[in-house]
């Protein structure tokens, strides 16, 4: 336990925090240092609060040492016109009095004297006087702002040293000047803290699509972002703001074809990333002028080792597709493609030959119908039904942010998926979902670009999202840095999100669609909430004083999902929040994020999408294409 010397006499303090929500029934209550270790006392009613042992022996030993102090504390007498020194007046401490109180009343019983005979005595005396009023004053201040539920011995300590912000270029934002000061050091949640058991399911699905993999090469899914260059920008703070780690960058910047074209960034050119389902870096694109590109890849991630090629603007989205399992495992003339499990090819079989011992995707039709019995998990019926790993993998993919297969699947419920060619050959033409709880969701291929729509062309893969989970003017209080050094031990802590300064019980609000994968308490963040929306991307809030949301709810972009706080390990009232892609932190207020242009059929391509919509779903409950098994 640490002791905090505050003013005089030496005393330290102890901070209570109570959830005030009347819906909690586990109330938790926690000691809060200025190191900001937290100890839970369970099972509290929301009417008894009882001091736990810690607590009672806290507040004893300070009363115990405030009434030791008032015994040894000088104290001016007149004996025969002659000072001396004589003890104070105990100080009389009611038991209901608590010890910030008493030491309130202690400071002005030491300075009552010389108040009471300022008008009569010397300018020097009257000084002295003077300045004891204002000490009492400042310690009462510091004091009562101490008792006050909603701030900390942080606040109180920082209370004269006010953050300062500046304005950005966008109106409705500032930025402190000083974010340091106001960084949390305890924010980091485990992977087991923010997984849920949808992305388990989603590791254990990918990796039993590796391993049935035939190719010589397995390749994971990757996905391109794009970078826009900015006033200011450097490659190190866009490598920063991905959170690619320095070596990557150091292997690409370090190539002999490198050259000062990664140096010379302008603004208003772009950078573009390719970034696999392990986050890892396979290929990196600067555009060099308005035709021509530099182009770096690597054919196994776990090397370092980029080749670069000088090519025209545009040549590496070739016959590429984000949303689709491409069957090609090699880099052929630098194109990077991406794979998880090659569809093995069908072999003639004989009819009369055809026994258990041949796979099911090879006896499967045009149209696999899959229907949930009760004990059985979406995985098990979707591979008993017809379905390679790769391509449950590939449903899992399209439709995340909508359905959390780990509970709102339930048996009764039933998929169908139609093949583009027969014998459950070709790309997946089109997926309904047909569930209890929600009705019918569904998606469908646009051959124009290969990619997955709704029906009324959204995009499944990609969402609009909005760039600040608040409403109105936001105050950022620490941005997101991933090489942030503890400013005490020295040792690298990443800040892996952005803190605004709101007061408690601000509205939170989900920036895009999404399904809430958890809504849970945690010592270090306090009430915290996962969202998972549609692509590869997730929000997390922390530090909350309420939530709004249960796991397993469907959000809608602005919809409330929280309100702000200060519980967990923090500093002061503010939200921390985080944007990730693929479970892994972005800078939020810095990357591009989805946008109607990438989120919607194109309008030429619209009328044509809309009649392929109307044959699949014609096609898909024509049990004719099925396979008579």
Known sequence: MEHHIIGAPSLFFIETYYPSSSTVKQCSCSMKFEDFVSVDTQGAELGVRPIPKKHAIAIGGTLCLAAALSLVMPKSETVSGSPTVAQPPLVSVSPALNPAQALISYAQHQFAEGTSTAAGATPA???????????TSKLQRDVQRMMQPRSTLTEVLTAG?????????????????????????????????????????????????????????????????VEDIKRGDTLSSVFSDLNIPYATMQAITS?????????????????????????????????????????FYRTDTSKLDFIAVREP????????????????????????????????????????????????????????????????????????SGLTYSEIDQILRLFQGRIQFSRHIQ???SM????????????????????????????????????????????????????????????????????????????VRPHNGTDFAVRVGTPVIAPADGVVDKATYSRSAGYYIVLRHRGSYSTVYMHLSKLNVKPGQRVKIGSVIARSGNTGMSTGPHLHYELRRNGRPVNAMRVN?????????????????????KLYKQELYQDSLMAQL
């Not at 302008?266 to 890892?280: A, E, H, K, V």
């Not at 984000?322 to 991406?338: F, K, S, Y």
């Not at 946008?595 to 392929?612: E, G, L, P, W």
């Open 161 to 225: 040293h006010s953050a300062q912000y500046d304005a950005t270029t966008n109106q409705n934002v500032t930025v402190a000047k000083q974010p340091q000061i106001l960084d949390n050091y305890d924010d980091l949640l485990s992977e087991d803290e923010l997984n849920d058991a949808d992305s388990v399911l989603n590791a254990q699905i990918r990796k039993l699509a590796q391993a049935a993999s035939n190719a010589p090469l397995s390749a994971v899914p990757a996905k391109w972002y």
């Open 416 to 491: 169908r998926v139609l093949f583009s060619d027969s014998k459950g050959k070709g790309s997946i033409n089109a997926i309904e979902f047909n569930t209890k709880r929600f009705g019918k969701i569904s998606t469908f291929r646009n051959l124009a670009d290969n990619k997955y729509y709704d029906e009324n062309g959204y995009n499944s893969s990609s969402a609009n999202f909005r760039r600040f989970p608040l409403n109105g003017k936001v105050r950022i209080s620490s941005n997101f840095n991933p090489h942030r050094r503890h400013p005490v031990t020295g040792v």
């Open 125 to 135: 005396a009257a000084q002295i006087a003077q300045s004891g009023n204002t000490v």
């Open 255 to 295: 190539h002999h074809d490198s050259g000062t074209a990664l140096t010379s960034l302008r603004p208003g050119n772009t950078l573009s990333f390719l970034i696999d389902d392990d986050n890892q870096l396979v290929a990196f694109v600067k555009q060099l002028n308005k035709t021509e590109q530099l182009r």
């Open 313 to 384: 603007i545009g040549k590496h989205l070739q016959n590429d597709s984000d949303a689709t399992v491409r069957e090609t495992h090699t880099l052929l003339d630098g194109n990077t493609t991406v794979a998880l499990q090659k569809q093995p090819e069908s072999q003639s079989i004989n009819p009369a030959d055809i026994s258990n011992e041949v796979p099911l995707y090879q006896r499967r039709g045009r149209l696999v119908v899959v229907n949930i019995e009760k004990g059985q998990a979406f995985s098990t019926a979707a591979l008993n």
């Open 411 to 413: 048996p009764g419920d």
């Open 593 to 613: 994020l989805p946008k109607n242009i990438d989120a919607s059929v194109a309008q030429k391509q619209r009328q044509r999408f809309a009649n392929n919509v």
